[in-house]
């Protein structure tokens, strides 16, 4: 999962709202009719503006999320179609609502669940690699799902992300986050980890494998689930 700007985001969607605002108030009575509607080169601003829409809450929330759904429910037959300043005020309702969830902290809650789901798949592969004897990857794969974790926990704590994992580890003890036993458990896992990726093969034994990645996946259900 991406690591998000919320700030920058945030203001991405203060200005669309804005924007929005200001589509709707392109609404106007066509000559010669008594129908109402956003038209000529007015169109063509509504239609930006609504492809922008899209590409934010395609990019932040991605196009599975409700908010995304919500926006294609709310155009059936695409932008172009858009033309009511009713519309219009729906999908500034949207982004409003959208900018409640980033800003109340549901985009990060929503990244740290992405990540516990891919972290099972990895753990999964790990578990299979290590009951064929396969060790040694499934010790590197472990590790690699065990840092991603500690870098994600401190990024989320506002610590240093770019610090060593055994740094981080420190980091986050220091910090509260977890307690000594845990650290210490931790610091055994990235150990085994380091010597896998280091050729030390010899170091570590296949049980050892298994029990860390069994710790390490209780510590993703602890921490992300």
């Given at each position: 999962?991406?690591?998000?700007?919320?700030?920058?985001?945030?203001?991405?969607?203060?200005?669309?709202?804005?924007?929005?605002?200001?589509?709707?108030?392109?609404?106007?009575?066509?000559?010669?009719?008594?129908?109402?509607?956003?038209?000529?080169?007015?169109?063509?601003?509504?239609?930006?503006?609504?492809?922008?829409?899209?590409?934010?809450?395609?990019?932040?929330?991605g196009p599975s999320s409700p908010q995304y759904r919500h926006l294609r429910e709310l155009m059936p037959d695409g932008p172009r179609h858009i033309e009511h300043s009713?519309?219009?005020?729906?999908?500034?309702?949207?982004?409003?609502?959208?900018?409640?969830?980033?800003?109340?902290?549901?985009?990060?809650?929503?990244?740290?669940?992405?990540?516990?789901?891919?972290?099972?798949?990895?753990?999964?592969?790990?578990?299979?690699?290590?009951?064929?004897?396969?060790?040694?990857?499934?010790?590197?794969?472990?590790?690699?799902?065990?840092?991603?974790?500690?870098?994600?926990?401190?990024?989320?704590?506002?610590?240093?992300?770019?610090?060593?994992?055994?740094?981080?580890?420190?980091?986050?003890?220091?910090?509260?986050?977890?307690?000594?036993?845990?650290?210490?458990?931790?610091?055994?896992?990235?150990?085994?980890?380091?010597?896998?990726?280091?050729?030390?093969?010899?170091?570590?034994?296949?049980?050892?494998?298994?029990?860390?990645?069994?710790?390490?996946?209780?510590?993703?259900?602890?921490?992300?689930?």
């Open positions: 999962m991406a690591r998000y700007d919320v700030q920058k985001i945030s203001s991405r969607l203060h200005a669309l709202i804005e924007e929005g605002e200001a589509v709707a108030a392109l609404e106007r009575q066509s000559p010669g009719s008594s129908l109402i509607y956003i038209q000529g080169k007015d169109k063509v601003r509504a239609q930006a503006w609504l492809s922008n829409v899209l590409n934010i809450l395609d990019a932040t929330f009713h519309e219009v005020y729906q999908i500034v309702g949207l982004l409003a609502g959208a900018l409640s969830d980033l800003e109340g902290g549901f985009l990060r809650d929503q990244e740290q669940l992405i990540a516990a789901e891919l972290f099972d798949s990895v753990l999964d592969q790990a578990n299979e690699l290590n009951r064929q004897g396969y060790k040694d990857p499934s010790a590197v794969l472990m590790r690699v799902v065990l840092e991603d974790s500690l870098r994600r926990l401190a990024r989320k704590h506002g610590l240093d992300d770019a610090n060593k994992a055994a740094s981080i580890n420190a980091d986050l003890k220091k910090e509260s986050i977890y307690a000594q036993p845990l650290w210490r458990q931790i610091q055994t896992w990235l150990d085994i980890g380091n010597a896998a990726a280091h050729g030390r093969f010899d170091e570590y034994s296949q049980d050892d494998v298994s029990n860390s990645i069994s710790g390490v996946e209780q510590f993703v259900i602890a921490f992300f689930s």
